[in-house]
Structures are given as C-alpha cells and as structure tokens.
C-alpha cells in the first residue's frame, strides 16, 4: 500500500528550538491530518487540515495544507520536552481510509 | 469516560491459537478501524466497519476476522495466530472515516 513521505526521518533538537517537518505524496488529497504518538500509547490527533492552503493552529503547533494537494507542513515552535515522539501525517482522499506516513522521530537534547 | 478502550493490553499466545483483540468506544461513533503498527511498514490498516453489521476489507486483512453487532465494539479475532502477527494493534474511531481517534493499543506476541 502507499505511505507518504515525511522528512526528515528523525530530528535531534535542543529545547527551545522551533522545529519544522514536512510530508509528501505523488496522489492529491482532500483532508490532511496530523498526528503524535508517545511510546506505548496510541496516535493522538493534533491538527487537520481541509482546504489547500489552509494554515491551522494548535497552541505552539501550526500546520499547513499545501497548495498542490500533495503536501503538508507542520511546524513546532519553541519545543519543550514533551514534545519528544513521533508525528505522523496522514491524508484522506474519499476512500474511507486514511494514507499514513512513515513518521518524524522527534528528540530533545538535554 | 475513557472514550476508546483496548483490552487486552498485552498479550502473548502460542502459534495455532484463535486470539480476540477487543475495542470498545464510548463516543458512539459510527466508523471503527484496526490497524497494525509495525517497525518499517508504519500503520497498516486491517479492518473497518463504517456502522453496525458493516465490515470492510483494509490493506492486511488476511488471517484476521471481525464483527461488528454493536455500535460500540468492534472485536479482531486472530483465528490461527502466526508469529507473522507478532505486533502492536490499534483500534480507532471516528465520526466519518477520516478524522480518527486512537486507543492506547494491545501489543500482541506470538510465540
């Protein structure tokens, strides 16, 4: 089945830092999402996106639908240390399921 | 209202054996998924049921069956585990297919 594409795999920041991510596809989408697991819990939702070009906003969170309908941003700005795990795109095209991505491991450096 | 619940959360069994992943949401949404995430392939979809009583195929559904008589659960059976299912297991919810909402998983070991 098709992933999208995110980048980078894994990022090491310090705290404080602003943090930037992106997720790519060669299909378009109609609805993008993005989503954060812990280790050992199960992906929470953060943002979702309906409408190429939308910017959206979660707190220090920003996500943005691309223009193309291929791509997705997603942008954290001063991170703190729970922002550690993994952030997973997904896009949804009418097909009833979701298209994930192969995620962002995100660390901080102490 | 714990909203979306997985039981259990761990489980071991042995090769052969039929094993049920149980999910159990309080939201009342219609849509239900399985999924399965493992290192390399991310989260790979198995199973949904878009209401009760309807059930579809999703990217891996072979060795796995489900059911779906109530709104609120949505039960994965394994019915000849394989150490091939060796994974984590997620079930999710959602008011229409594409916003979802996740447990907080069964990680399942097949020995």
């Known amino acids: 089945g098709q992933q999208l594409n995110q980048s980078p795999q894994s990022m090491f920041i310090q705290e404080g830092e602003d943090v930037s991510m992106n997720c790519t596809s060669s299909s378009i989408f109609n609805t993008w999402l993005w989503y954060k697991q812990d280790p050992g819990e199960g992906p929470v939702l953060l943002i979702a996106l309906y409408k190429a070009g939308e910017l959206t906003s979660n707190g220090r969170l920003t996500a943005q639908f691309g223009i193309t309908r291929k791509d997705s941003f997603l942008n954290i700005s001063a991170s703190i240390p729970s922002d550690v795990g993994i952030y997973f795109c997904?896009?949804?095209?009418?097909?009833?399921?979701?298209?994930f991505g192969t995620g962002t491991r995100l660390t901080i450096i102490p | 209202d714990a909203g979306i619940t997985q039981s259990p959360r761990y489980k071991i069994t042995e090769t052969g054996r039929q094993v049920t992943l149980m999910c159990h949401q309080t939201?009342?949404?219609?849509?239900m998924f399985w999924y399965r995430q493992d290192l390399g392939h991310g989260l790979r979809l198995i199973y949904y049921?878009?209401?009760?009583?309807?059930?579809d195929k999703g990217e891996v559904p072979d060795g796995y069956v489900v059911s779906r008589s109530k709104t609120e659960n949505f039960p994965l059976t394994l019915e000849s585990a394989t150490r091939s299912q060796t994974s984590v297991y997620f079930c999710a919810t959602g008011t229409g297919s594409y916003e979802q909402y996740f447990g907080p998983g069964t990680r399942l070991t097949v020995t």
């Open positions: 049921s878009a209401a009760a009583d309807i059930t």
């Open positions: 939201w009342s949404h219609s849509y």
């Open positions: 997904a896009g949804y095209f009418g097909n009833e399921k979701l298209t």
